[in-house]
T-cell receptor, first 114, second 110 residues
Framework: GAVVSQHPSRVICKSGTSVKIECRSLDFQATTMFWYRQFPKQSLMLMATSNEGSKATYEQGVEKDKFLINHASLTLSTLTVTSAHPEDSSFYIC??????????FGPGTRLTVL | DAKTTQPPSMDCAEGRAANLPCNHSTISGNEYVYWYRQIHSQGPQYIIHGLKNNETNEMASLIITEDRKSSTLILPHATLRDTAVYYCIVRVARDDKIIFGKGTRLHILP
């Protein structure tokens, strides 16, 4: 099967710092990667869609200057939360698509901003 | 916005079949029905999908009504490991974007 990894699985940072989360497709080339955010007891909310080599498409209400997405290769996308604040504490999940209509999800990264 | 309606929670006894309903009355002819589940603090896991015919795989069965306005996911012999939030999603095959609704929290009772 298709495997997607995320690193780190957990991160704790101080308010005002930036945090980078990596999403990798381990055994396939991902034409498109997606980033989701999930607050406790809520559903996943799509933040943005990224295609390799092009700018990410952000969903309405998601600040592109705060959540920087880079999709430099067909197997790696990164999400950087800039100047993180406690309200950014959440579970961040990526998924990757290899051109079919199938998406494979990563295990998630739990961000805690103190 | 999600195009599906699901009950917020359900209970099922271990070893019994779990039947999870989903309403998608505004589904279009080119939209598939997908089911994912999310075990606590993990990423979502694909279960099954279908267009209009019933589908079965090693995890579950998907029953879609003839008018396609609703569907039921069936876990034939539920185990404690099936405790999760189950999401029913409709989307166009070529549209990669997945919009999650609130899902159904399934509790498997020992």
């Amino acid at each position: 099967g298709a495997v997607v990894s995320q690193h780190p699985s957990r991160v704790i940072c101080k308010s005002g710092t930036s945090v980078k989360i990596e999403c990798r497709s381990l055994d396939f080339q991902a034409t498109t990667m997606f980033w989701y955010r999930q607050f406790p007891k809520q559903s996943l909310m799509l933040m943005a869609t990224s295609n390799e080599g092009s700018k990410a498409t952000y969903e309405q209400g998601v600040e592109k200057d705060k959540f920087l997405i880079n999709h430099a290769s067909l197997t790696l996308s990164t999400l950087t939360v800039t100047s993180a604040h406690p309200e950014d504490s959440s579970f961040y999940i990526c998924s990757a698509s290899k051109g079919s209509n199938e998406q494979f999800f990563g295990p998630g990264t739990r961000l805690t901003v103190l | 916005d999600a195009k599906t309606t699901q009950p917020p929670s359900m209970d099922c006894a271990e070893g019994r079949a779990a039947n999870l309903p989903c309403n998608h009355s505004t589904i279009s002819g080119n939209e598939y029905v997908y089911w994912y589940r999310q075990i606590h603090s993990q990423g979502p896991q694909y279960i099954i999908h279908g267009l209009k015919n019933n589908e079965t795989n090693e995890m579950a069965s998907l029953i879609i009504t003839e008018d396609r306005k609703s569907s039921t996911l069936i876990l034939p012999h539920a185990t404690l490991r099936d405790t999760a939030v189950y999401y029913c999603i409709v989307r166009v095959a070529r549209d990669d974007k997945i919009i999650f609704g609130k899902g159904t929290r399934l509790h498997i009772l020992p």
